[in-house]
């Protein structure tokens, strides 16, 4: 299976074509994903929080160990050594590779950096979710041999997933 990166802006569906497509695969999931709080804090940003991809949401938790950042649309602040703890360790697990999502809070993160691209370097197969920045660990991740950088549209978000979902359906047939 391929390395497959969805590409595009926020609010257009890259975190919810990831789900769909992880609903499909036949096998165990490791990663993480990130969560953002839809409500502010006192200084009008909005923390995000970092978890392992197998737990479910409902048992996630949301403290400053896993608290990965705050952001605004003009702002943030990263909290690094959580990005360089906890990322690491969320990539070693079995299986299907999530990463969801990668941006430019991991920006000063080197140890979670070098992770995330071993991992694309590696022989497991990864989903992931990139902003499209031009931030230089995000153009790093996007230009590794052998990955698919797909770009997602609203317009061609569905498309996207039924060509996607076939790759997954195939794996299922051959369990």
Not at 108 to 137: H, I, S, T, W, Y
Request: charged fraction near 25%; charge should be positive; include cysteine.
């Amino acid at each position: 299976m391929d390395k497959i990166l969805i590409c595009g802006p926020r609010g257009v569906g890259k975190s919810t074509l990831i789900r769909r497509l992880t609903a499909l695969y036949p096998g165990p999931v490791s990663g993480f994903v990130t969560k953002r709080e839809t409500v502010a804090d006192d200084e009008g940003l909005f923390p995000i929080y970092i978890h392992p991809a197998a737990c479910p949401e409902s048992r996630r938790q949301y403290g400053p160990e896993n608290l990965i950042g705050r952001c605004d649309r003009r702002r943030s602040v990263r909290c690094t050594p959580v990005f360089d703890d906890w990322g690491p360790r969320l990539l070693e697990g079995p299986g299907l590779l999530l990463m969801d999502e990668l941006g430019f809070l991991e920006r000063d993160a080197r140890r979670f950096q070098e992770a995330v691209l071993a991992a694309l370097q590696g022989d497991q197969p990864v989903l992931a979710a990139v902003k499209n920045r031009n931030d230089p660990f995000l153009q790093a991740v996007r230009s590794v041999p052998g990955v698919r950088v797909l770009y997602i549209t609203r317009e061609n978000r569905e498309g996207l997933f039924r060509l996607l979902a076939v790759s997954y359906t195939h794996l299922r047939a051959h369990e």
